[in-house]
């Protein structure tokens, strides 16, 4: 097949948007190819890159187990496909999350970002908030950030760069082809993420 193969993990959460977003990224670009959702492990050795969305990583999480799609998708961002972690989505690639108020929590994560969370880290949801934030480093000086129960990271190897901070917290991580927000791009009209995530996808094509 001709041009990229996105998949948007398709279990619970923000995938329409997520779909949608991606689409309009590529279409910006004038990069071709297909944004499907995942919603069986066997669809995941297609990918030429995965967007894992915001929703309930408890819930992502332990569904993707179950049906088998967990471990396949672990092997493949192992193997090299980029991934973007929104939201829950980060807190599934991560190597251990904690609740700021329940604290440890025994849940399914990818184990492949080497990063520690902190779940709800901003409060819970009458806490949702936007604020405008900046990545200079990845070439977005300013971005419209949605914080729905945003998780923080609370420490990075030192191979994971910061791409971005709020209130002292860091909300942006970028390690090799795997990228992660706190916050939500698809709730915005800006398509500045989801383009850098396609290009990155590209790279490898
Ligand atoms: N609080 C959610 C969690 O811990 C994440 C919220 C979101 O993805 N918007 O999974």
Do not use: W
Not at 29 to 39: A, M, Q, R, S, T
Not at 127 to 148: A, L, R
Not at 180 to 188: A, K
């Amino acid at each position: 097949m001709n041009g990229l193969n996105i998949g948007v993990l398709a279990v619970q959460g923000d995938v329409a948007e997520n779909i949608m977003a991606t689409k309009m990224a590529m279409e910006e670009l004038g990069i071709e190819g297909i944004v499907n959702e995942i919603k069986n492990p066997e669809q995941i050795s297609d990918l030429d890159g995965l967007i894992i969305p915001g929703g309930e990583s408890t819930v992502i999480g332990t569904l993707s187990l179950v049906n088998g799609s967990l471990k396949k998708i672990k092997e493949k961002i192992a193997s090299g496909m980029p991934v973007f972690g929104i939201c829950a989505g980060l807190i599934l690639l991560s190597k251990k999350a904690k609740d700021r108020v329940v604290g440890e929590m025994d849940q399914p994560l990818l184990d492949l970002l080497d990063v520690k969370i902190e779940r709800n880290a901003f409060g819970r949801q009458r806490d949702s908030f936007e604020s405008e934030i900046s990545m200079e480093k990845i070439g977005v000086p300013k971005f419209q950030g949605v914080f729905i129960r945003a998780p923080s990271i609370m420490e990075a190897g030192h191979n994971v760069e910061i791409i971005s901070k709020f209130n002292e917290k860091i909300i942006a991580v970028k390690q090799g082809k795997i990228l992660g927000t706190s916050f939500h791009p698809e709730l915005t009209d800006d398509l500045s993420l989801h383009k850098y995530f396609v290009n990155l996808v590209n790279e490898k094509n």
